[in-house]
T-cell receptor, first 112, second 114 residues
Framework: AQSVAQPEDQVNVAEGNPLTVKCTYS??????LFWYVQYPNRGLQFLLK??????LVKGSYGFEAEFNKSQTSFHLKKPSALVSDSALYFC??????????FGKGTKLSVKP | DAGVTQSPTHLIKTRGQQVTLRCSPK?????VSWYQQALGQGPQFIFQ???????QRGNFPDRFSGHQFPNYSSELNVNALLLGDSALYLC???FGRGQGRPQHFGDGTRLSIL
């Protein structure tokens, strides 16, 4: 069965510092991986995806993610965090017919 | 260009009642999926509709049913509501089915069961 794991419930970062939100995956075959962000009382917003190709994927709002096949990881990164980046972040893997399988989420808190 | 729209935004029901939630997909999208997000959890896949048929289903009982209309909009119906059905219900749309297609989400319907 396909799954993703987000080992951290919360990540705290100071504004201007780099941030990393971790995700590991377990799939049979090639992984199709996604990151979404959720602000309070809102739906999920698509940030980026990995299908194939370059291991460094660039997405919206300055976010990027690094795919590492040997470590089965797909960590989300940003060089300089903003207070407005504070939100809930979800890693997901695509099932065989397109359904998304989500991790439990990581709360990112960026302090001024 | 309107994104995914869901109605209503909030709903309060009592145990045993039934409820219908509605979703209009993003313009140009033909596939609609529904997810349940319990408090503090990631979204869980309920089912997916394409060409007016249920194409894939997650681990949810038959009390959860749906429909897709010719204009691609969709409904989620839940019968015999339980307290555990309290959650945020998210609709997501995409163009076509299959792996690797980003899904665009609405802001959800917050369902509370008393």
């Amino acid at each position: 069965a396909q799954s993703v794991a987000q080992p951290e419930d919360q990540v705290n970062v100071a504004e201007g510092n780099p941030l990393t939100v971790k995700c590991t995956y377990s799939v049979s075959g090639n992984p199709y991986l996604f990151w979404y962000v959720q602000y309070p009382n809102r739906g999920l917003q698509f940030l980026l995806k990995y299908i194939t190709g370059d291991n460094l994927v660039k997405g919206s709002y300055g976010f990027e993610a690094e795919f590492n096949k040997s470590q089965t990881s797909f960590h989300l990164k940003k060089p300089s965090a903003l207070v407005s980046d504070s939100a809930l972040y979800f890693c997901a893997v695509s099932g065989s017919q397109g359904n998304l399988i989500f991790g439990k989420g990581t709360k990112l808190s960026v302090k001024p | 260009d309107a994104g995914v729209t869901q109605s209503p935004t909030h709903l309060i029901k009592t145990r045993g009642q039934q409820v219908t939630l509605r979703c209009s997909p993003k313009s140009g999208h033909d596939t609609v999926s529904w997810y349940q997000q319990a408090l503090g959890q990631g979204p869980q896949f309920i089912f997916q509709y394409y060409e007016e048929e249920e194409r894939q289903r997650g681990n949810f009982p038959d009390r959860f049913s749906g429909h897709q209309f010719p204009n691609y909009s969709s409904e989620l119906n839940v019968n015999a509501l339980l307290l555990g059905d309290s959650a945020l219900y998210l609709c997501a749309s995409s163009f076509g089915r299959g792996q690797g297609r980003p899904q665009h989400f609405g802001d959800g319907t917050r369902l509370s069961i008393l």
